[in-house]
């Protein structure tokens, strides 16, 4: 008994050996990248601002645009709020964050980790660190925390509420359940899909429960009511200030051929499948990796742990319910929604920790030794991590070598960006790139009228309208345009468009990465 005591305490400390050593790995990816600083997009300035308007007291606002400091209203609140408790160390936020994020990407880690101890419960003890490799050192999960965006603590609320809520439910604990729904509370505040973990979760409860249906109403009210809850206070917030929901419109724009084909490319490149291979052969490449795995699970199913029922069918819904969430997202209220590596990421860890788990059941039943499952199933997960992570590693190395978004070297050192840093503050700027102003200059700029509403995909009826008025204060020497010629969207004007409009008499000024239009003497 003793000796046994003692063979499992040295696995136990070997297991967190390289445990801890799976997270310095991927803190250190992390530190190495952001050497400028944390990765910042449009997203990133609007979280930053509204977190710097927070510390100078002046609410959830956003301190650039026409007009500046409007109501934080399309996202949610709980990321720029997050962001703000870095700026109370008197630090940049831009540096603060990235601080932040070493402790979301470290908490998200152990997160993965705990999920993988419980999905394969029954088999090895080592296992579940071996399998934390993929996603410890995955270019996705990475690139989420080198970059100032809320998915990375939309996973870690988001998944400790499920893993909270699948623990309450195998121990019969409401409390305990009730917890786990505060912290989905937290993702919906940080992301609005997290609508979908509240759906998974209620559904799970449904389907699952072993009590008759008034027990599963009242555990899945226990479960849904802190997330419906705050989120409401929050959207009915939006809609007293902002007068619509979210700052969003309802509208019937079926999802396109092009945005699912970009969702299939993105999973595929997931589980290396060459893009260059017709959907139908990636999407019968997936299914193939699926089917043995579930069969697999379904036959070791009665053989787990209800907390391992538990978290398993809870990962499964939300695989599921996450893409249907997108699905009707897109096709009713936010036709721009892209199907990238950022936006499908919390199905990527879902269905990551299930396929991942269930490589390791899948070798647990070849009647084999332990030593052969174990170094076979680390030869797998090793050697696909490391295909995986020197694919990506040449653009970590740029960023470390060169900075993230607009902390990178063309926009450190931007001509135009110096220019504008020696402009009059009572000089309206109007751009395409507000954003890059603020994060660089932090000065204040309106950006262009929008030609299309892209969450609608609807031409703006009041375009010329705004473009006149635009014109007219460039003329009268009120106002200047800020023209960045690395900056494309079709919801913008071009040059051509703001050439046509505006007198050839108005001076312009020509750098290498833009253009200044108008007086600015």
């Not at 696995?11 to 190495?32: D, E, H, K, Q, R």
């Not at 332990?370 to 990506?392: A, D, E, G, Y």
């Not at 607009?406 to 960006?417: M, P």
């Amino acid at each position: 008994m003793a000796i046994k005591k003692i063979t499992n305490s040295g696995v136990s400390n070997i297991n967190l050996f390289f445990l801890l050593t799976a997270i310095l790995v991927s803190c250190g990816f992390l530190i190495f990248s952001t050497k400028w600083g944390i990765g910042t997009s449009p997203d990133s300035a609007a979280y930053i601002g509204v977190a710097n308007n927070l510390l100078s007291a002046k609410g959830l606002t956003i301190p650039y645009g026409n007009p500046p400091d409007q109501a934080l209203t399309f996202y949610p609140p709980l990321y720029p709020f997050f962001l703000s408790l870095g700026g109370l160390t008197g630090s940049s936020l831009l540096q603060s964050t990235r601080w932040l994020h070493l402790a979301i990407l470290s908490g998200n880690l152990i997160l993965f980790w705990l999920y993988l101890r419980k999905l394969t419960h029954s088999l090895m003890p080592s296992l579940s660190v071996v399998l934390l490799i993929p996603l410890a050192i995955s270019p996705l999960i990475l690139n989420l925390h080198i970059m100032a965006w809320s998915e990375a603590l939309f996973l870690l609320t988001g998944f400790t509420g499920l893993f909270l809520i699948a623990k309450g439910l195998s121990k019969e604990s409401k409390s305990l359940v009730f917890i786990g729904g505060v912290s989905l509370g937290l993702a919906c505040l940080t992301r609005y899909s997290g609508v979908a973990l509240i759906v998974s979760v209620t559904g799970a409860i449904f389907l699952h429960h072993k009590g008759k249906f008034f027990d599963r109403f009242i555990t899945a009210v226990y479960a849904a009511t802190p997330g419906v809850v705050l989120l409401s206070v929050w959207v009915m917030w939006t809609i007293i200030i902002g007068g619509n929901l979210a700052n969003r419109s309802f509208g019937f724009h079926p999802i396109g051929i092009n945005q699912l084909q970009q969702g299939l490319d993105t999973i595929a490149s997931w589980y290396l499948i060459p893009l260059g291979l017709p959907g139908i052969a990636k999407s019968g490449i997936l299914v193939l990796i699926a089917i043995p795995l579930l069969v697999v699970l379904e036959k070791r199913y009665k053989n787990f742990s209800e907390e391992t029922k538990w978290n398993f069918l809870i990962l499964i819904m939300f695989s599921i319910i996450y893409l249907i969430f997108l699905l009707i997202s897109i096709s009713f209220i936010d036709a721009n929604t892209p199907l990238d590596d950022r936006i499908l990421s919390p199905f990527f860890v879902a269905s990551g920790l299930l396929v991942t788990a269930g490589v390791g059941h899948f070798f647990n039943v070849l009647r084999t030794s332990p030593v052969f499952k174990i170094l076979s199933i680390s030869l797998i997960v090793l050697s696909f991590s490391m295909i995986s992570f020197t694919q990506r590693i040449s653009v970590f190395q740029n960023y470390h070598k060169l900075g993230i978004g607009f902390s990178h070297q063309n926009w450190r050192e931007s001509e135009l960006i110096n220019q504008l840093k020696q402009i009059p503050s009572d000089l309206t700027i109007y751009t395409n790139s507000p954003e890059g102003i603020y994060l660089l200059t932090g000065k204040i700029s309106a950006p262009f009228p929008r030609k299309i509403d892209l969450t609608r995909q609807i031409p703006n009826p009041n375009f010329q309208e705004y473009m006149t008025q635009m014109s007219n204060e460039i003329t009268k020497g009120d106002a200047i345009i800020a023209y960045f010629s690395s900056i494309r969207s079709k919801a913008f004007p071009d040059l051509t468009d703001i050439n046509l409009l505006l007198p050839t008499s108005i001076r312009r000024v020509e750098y290498s990465d833009g253009l200044l239009i108008g007086s600015a003497d």
